[in-house]
């Protein structure tokens, strides 16, 4: 789950990492009064879920409240990239004699988290690996070690930070960045860029935040984080639900029971020609309820032109995933044409319940493949 700028700073305030006096605002009236709060000069910063919003113009500077009115009028309802912003940060704004970067990432191949830190900070990180690979400084942590205060030194050493006082401060904010991250379950803490004053005085001017859905379970308060409004309708009433699913490109609605299957129907529906609309994960044991709710989430998507199921049961049992079918029919009335592959455990009763509740639109088919070109014929004949 990724966090809004706003949310990661008021996380890094918590751990004790120094940033700057902010508002939310969601109208121009309310980033007037804001900055009327903080004492101008202002910057007024678009709440998106996605980087680079500098570049696109979604970060201003304002002299004046009635300045800070105008650019937040400017920038709310603005499209970065497909977001729509419906929430500006007002922040005091700093003066900038340096900008650094520091990021604590989850490395999977190293199974270990990962530091990186440099002093050019501000522009792409990917730049930086990129053109100046010797300036970006990397150092893993053991996490059975622990972090310990060398991990900092080394990191604003190596980078080449000179001034004492300046590295005192990032020393202490590394510290505390990988104790918001070990105690947020984050999976990434990023501060582009971390600013030095012309005063010398060091602070986080950013933050991209991600935390481990996994572990959301015990952060209560991160899970309240969530940003509804900005997710997919789709995949949030699955997430509600309880159902694993991605949205897709196409229109044939794609269900299997296990992961490893379902990836293979996708593929499949795409070998016999067709564009699978999702993927759908019914998991193992999947009872009559999964399936309604599964099917919802399925049907409300306006691309879907027919569904296909592809059930091996072996946990599951393929007369329950049978009444589930029947059971999201009568409930929902379901149009699409519904192509069902059942074989496994109990497959032959759930065949008989198919063929016995006669519905006209539901098709069985022996195969993978033969109901994956079925579903395909369907979609494209609608
Ligand atoms: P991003 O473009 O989405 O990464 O947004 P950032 O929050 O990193 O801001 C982009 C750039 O805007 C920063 O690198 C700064 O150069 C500039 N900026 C942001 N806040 C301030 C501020 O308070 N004062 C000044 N002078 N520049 C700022
Ligand atoms: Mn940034």
């Not at 700073?9 to 900055?35: M, N, Q, W, Y």
């Not at 300045?67 to 419906?86: K, P, S």
């Not at 100046?132 to 990397?138: E, G, K, T, W």
């Not at 699955?238 to 490893?260: C, F, H, I, Q, S």
Request: aromatic residues 6%; hydrophobic residues 45%.
């Amino acid at each position: 789950m990724d966090l809004h700028e706003y949310q990661g700073k008021e996380l890094f305030r918590s751990f004790g990492i120094p940033v700057s006096e902010g508002r939310l605002a969601t109208t121009p009236d309310e980033a007037r009064a804001a900055a009327e709060e903080l004492g101008e000069p202002v910057v007024v910063k678009a709440q998106i879920l996605t980087g680079g919003r500098g570049k696109a113009g979604g970060i201003k500077l304002a002299e004046t409240p009635a300045e800070a009115q105008a650019r937040a009028a400017e920038i709310l309802g603005m499209d970065i990239r497909g977001h729509t912003v419906e929430k500006v940060w007002v922040e005091r704004a700093s003066d900038i004699a340096h900008e650094h970067y520091l990021s604590i990432a989850f490395d999977r191949s190293a199974k270990r988290p990962l530091f990186m830190f440099t002093t050019q900070g501000g522009m792409d990180i990917e730049e930086v690996a990129a053109s100046s690979p010797d300036a970006l400084v990397r150092l893993h942590v053991d996490p059975l070690e622990g972090f310990h205060p060398w991990h900092a030194r080394r990191l604003v050493y190596q980078a080449g930070v000179e001034d004492p006082a300046e590295q005192k401060q990032i020393v202490a904010i590394i510290g505390k960045l990988y104790e918001a991250f070990v105690g947020c379950d984050a999976t990434l803490c990023e501060i582009n860029p971390l600013v030095v004053t012309p005063d010398g005085e060091v602070r986080a001017l950013d933050s991209k935040f991600t935390v481990d859905d996994n572990a959301l379970f015990r952060h209560p308060d991160l899970a309240e984080m969530r940003d509804v409004a900005a997710t997919d309708p789709l995949e949030a009433l699955a997430r509600e639900k309880g159902v694993t699913y991605v949205k897709l490109a196409g229109d044939v609605g794609v269900l299997g029971n296990g992961a490893g299957l379902t990836m293979a129907t996708v593929d499949v529906v795409t070998f016999v020609g067709g564009r699978p609309a999702d993927f759908c994960d019914l998991g193992g044991g999947g009872d009559a309820q999964g399936v309604v709710d599964a099917l919802e989430v399925i049907a409300k998507d306006p691309d879907v032109r027919s569904i296909f199921f592809n059930i091996f049961g072996g946990i599951t049992r393929c007369d329950e995933v049978a009444r589930g079918i029947l059971r999201a029919l009568g409930q929902m009335g379901i149009e699409h044409p519904i192509v069902v592959r059942l074989d496994g455990t109990n497959a032959e009763e759930g065949r008989r319940l198919l063929r016995e509740a006669d519905a006209t639109n539901v098709h069985t088919e022996a195969t993978m493949l033969d109901g994956a070109r079925r579903a395909v014929e369907l979609a494209a004949a609608v």
